[in-house]
């Protein structure tokens, strides 16, 4: 509902009233100055949460002190005090509609500000794009939600935390989003909500490999999965999918090695099929920028749902605005990528490049300090997975083994996860998990990779009969 101006300023008098006459209220408040239209009511409301601040009493005589004016500003306040009689329990909803005002004011201002630099030819189209996806985000982040509480509260709802997650164990459901690899769903539970999740590795490790893995899991488990990704375009995502799904080597999809007598392409229709009808959205935008990662995450979020985000990768993605170093910017993107899965309540999983030095180390498994470009990567994520893969760089070594270095984990303790890597089918288990499939006798590759990908109950069958 849009109101006149009049009836906006009229409506701040009534909150300023009711600040006048409740101190508490204006303590408890999340309105801030610029949410008011009046320069008037923008300065009382600073001088009284000023006033209240300095552990004084709310009396309109200091407060008139304080504003300025003399008698002229006594009268207005004694005015507010007098005769604007708003309810105390109405407060919330004349808050909200300053809100609402504010944000609808803000984004106009942007909007008429970059049409007239797109009318005089001195803006660079991408920047006024961006800086109008930004000023969004921030508006809509901006929902004045107070997130300071009490202890009562704090603990009443980490108390139905624990209990939700109880009865979700006991369902055979989790709010969390599973992975595939059983060694993470089960000690770590998962991918959490509100969670930032590093996957670390230098090149040809696996990284985009084990986000794929993970990402086809939870859409098989009916979690709806956003990727955004910069290196690879959405038909390499799909192969690699195909690949997971059918047990044909990557390498051959991509060239086109196939036999149609053997059966290739039938199950390469089979697995398309499959993998269609998943909850996948996928954004290739080459160029990423922060702002474009928060805007599309939303609107997925708000006209069909999301449950997590994977990011591939950190480093080549900008942040909403420039920073003076190359390590500032990466640093601000970590930043800005927690905050989203803050924001919208799920986990974001993030790859990211190590820098060269635990190549050049006799012990070439990496850990968090390598992490290239900023020292707040590890700072900002919650959980840092860091994979390493001795055939990388031995050649004699075996290809398909594998180690998920849990090297922070804010949520417990950190491991050292074997696992296996197949890199043919550019796919993740865990080692308990193969040698259950050996002991199931699946052997032939399309089998094998059809049960990895399967459902979720048959692969927490497998965790039931490992922890057994």
């Known amino acids: 509902?849009?109101?006149?101006?009049?009836?906006?300023?009229?409506?701040?008098?009534?909150?300023?009233?009711?600040?006048?006459?409740?101190?508490?209220?204006?303590?408890?408040?999340?309105?801030?100055?610029?949410?008011?239209?009046?320069?008037?009511?923008?300065?009382?409301?600073?001088a009284i949460r000023d006033l209240l601040a300095s552990?004084?009493?709310?009396?309109?005589?200091?407060?008139?002190?304080?504003?300025?004016?003399?008698?002229a500003t006594l009268g207005r306040l004694a005015d507010l005090w007098r005769n604007e009689s708003g309810a105390l329990d109405n407060l919330g909803w004349y808050e909200n509609i300053l809100r609402e005002d504010y944000k609808r004011e803000a984004f106009l201002r942007t909007l008429r500000a970059s049409l007239l630099a797109l009318e005089g030819g001195g803006g660079d189209v991408e920047e006024l794009r961006s800086g109008l996806i930004t000023e969004l985000a921030r508006l809509d982040a901006d929902g004045g939600q107070d997130r300071a509480c009490t202890a009562e509260q704090m603990m009443r709802?980490?108390?139905?935390?624990?209990?939700?997650?109880?009865?979700?164990?006991?369902s055979g459901t989790t709010p969390c989003v599973p992975t595939g690899i059983s060694k993470i769903d089960g000690p770590f539970g998962g991918l959490h909500p509100t969670d930032l999740i590093v996957i670390g590795g230098r090149p040809g490790t696996g990284k985009t490999a084990l986000m794929l893995s993970m990402a086809a899991t939870a859409a098989r488990a009916g979690r709806k999965v956003g990727i955004f990704s910069s290196e690879m375009d959405r038909t390499q995502i799909g192969q690699r999918l195909v690949a997971m799904q059918t047990g044909i080597p990557a390498s051959d999809l991509r060239v086109g090695n196939l036999d149609d007598a053997s059966g290739d392409f039938k199950r390469i229709a089979s697995a398309s099929s499959a993998l269609a009808a998943l909850p996948f959205l996928v954004d290739d935008t080459p160029s990423l920028t922060m702002s474009h990662i928060a805007l599309r995450?939303?609107?997925?979020?708000?006209?069909?749902?999301?449950?997590?985000?994977?990011?591939?990768?950190?480093?080549?993605?900008?942040?909403?605005?420039?920073?003076?170093?190359?390590?500032?910017?990466v640093g601000q993107v970590a930043i800005e990528l927690k905050n989203l899965a803050r924001t919208l309540g799920i986990p974001v999983v993030a790859l990211a490049q190590l820098n060269r030095q635990s190549a050049e180390r006799i012990d070439k498994r990496p850990h968090i300090g390598d992490l290239r470009d900023s020292g707040m990567i590890e700072q900002e994520a919650d959980q840092v997975f860091l994979l390493y893969r001795e055939s990388v760089y031995d050649a004699n070594a075996d290809p398909r083994s594998a180690e998920i270095i849990v090297d922070k984990n804010r949520h417990g303790s950190c491991a050292v996860l074997k696992c296996e890597f197949d890199p043919e089918r550019m796919l993740w288990r865990s080692e308990s998990e193969s040698a259950a499939l050996a002991r199931r006798g699946a052997d032939d590759g399309a089998a094998s990779a059809a049960r990895w990908i399967g459902t979720w109950d048959w692969r927490q069958a497998i965790c039931e009969e490992d922890a057994g």
């Open 1 to 46: 509902m849009i109101f006149a101006k009049e009836q906006l300023r009229r409506i701040e008098r009534v909150v300023l009233g009711i600040f006048l006459r409740h101190p508490e209220s204006a303590l408890a408040t999340t309105l801030r100055g610029e949410h008011f239209r009046g320069p008037f009511h923008r300065r009382t409301l600073q």
């Open 157 to 170: 709802e980490t108390i139905e935390s624990i209990e939700a997650a109880y009865q979700s164990k006991r």
């Open 55 to 71: 552990g004084e009493a709310l009396d309109i005589e200091r407060l008139a002190e304080r504003l300025g004016g003399g008698d």
């Open 297 to 329: 995450s939303r609107f997925w979020q708000a006209s069909q749902g999301l449950d997590a985000v994977f990011v591939d990768y950190l480093q080549r993605v900008q942040p909403s605005r420039q920073k003076e170093t190359r390590t500032l910017e």
